[in-house]
């Protein structure tokens, strides 16, 4: 599976946009799919996950902020960001996770195969 994220830009603190990844390949819906980010100078972290029944998890600093939700009709993550601050400036990366990854292993990115290109969100206070 290929995956390609968009949706970055700029926004004020407060504001909200929504990242989109589409997948290319087959049994998108079979897939644990997730959402990293990497702020400068910062290692990649997690930030929310949706697994094939939709259970979902959250980065705690994003909870109440961000939901991940999935179409499978379209092949297509996505990632709706409201109330954004400026510590959510990052480059925001889609993944498909490893088959047989354990639930607890799924917000680290050695648990993920398949990476998007990563589209860049900033946002000013």
């Known amino acids: 599976v290929q995956l390609q994220a968009s949706g970055g830009g700029l926004v004020q603190a407060g504001g909200s946009l929504r990242l989109s990844c589409a997948a290319e390949g087959d049994n998108f819906n079979t897939y644990t799919m997730g959402w990293f980010r990497q702020g400068p100078g910062k290692e990649r972290e997690f930030v929310a996950r949706?697994?094939?029944?939709?259970?979902?998890s959250y980065l705690d600093s994003v909870k109440g902020r961000f939901t991940v939700t999935r179409d499978n009709a379209k092949s297509t993550l996505y990632l709706q960001m409201n109330s954004l601050k400026p510590e959510d400036t990052a480059v925001y990366y889609c993944?498909?996770?490893?088959?047989?990854?354990?639930?607890?292993?799924?917000?680290?990115?050695?648990?993920?195969?398949?990476w998007g290109q990563g589209t860049l969100v900033t946002v000013s206070s």
């Open positions: 949706i697994k094939r029944d939709r259970s979902t």
């Open positions: 993944a498909v996770a490893r088959r047989g990854a354990i639930q607890s292993s799924l917000s680290l990115p050695t648990s993920y195969e398949t």
